[in-house]
């Protein structure tokens, strides 16, 4: 199985900046995309930014240019890094991978805990 651990979420100013990591640990295969996701109060989980292992990127639009999503292949790791944070990004934010058990088995999505952020003067 596939464990992911976040780190780095807690209380920050409006303006501020965190990063945020996640390592997956356990007996995998291989790790293909990683992402993360957040979830506020009241709302459902949304998207935010994902990586795969060659280093492509994608982001939902209202983060891009504030939020950077980066991996360590060799530590099985990802990061986002966040800056000029508002209040709306007051969320629990989770990190996602496409792992596999064996090398002829499927990808699958594994999920972590969640680390509360909250942006707030």
């Known amino acids: 199985q596939v464990q992911l651990k976040e780190s780095g979420g807690g209380l920050v100013q409006p303006g501020g900046s965190l990063r945020l990591s996640c390592a997956a640990s356990g007996s995998f295969f291989s790790i293909n995309a990683m992402g993360w996701y957040r979830q506020g109060p009241g709302t459902q989980r949304e998207f935010l930014a994902v990586?795969?292992?060659?280093?492509?990127?994608s982001y939902k639009g209202s983060v891009k240019g504030r939020f950077t999503i980066s991996r360590d292949n060799a530590k099985d790791t990802v990061y986002l890094q966040m800056n000029s944070l508002k209040p709306e990004d007051t969320a629990v934010y989770y990190c996602?991978?496409?792992?596999?058990?064996?090398?002829?088995?499927?990808?699958?999505?594994?999920w972590g805990q969640g680390t509360q952020i909250t942006v707030s003067s």
């Open positions: 990586i795969t292992p060659g280093g492509s990127t």
């Open positions: 996602k991978a496409q792992a596999r058990t064996s090398s002829r088995g499927n990808y699958a999505d594994y």
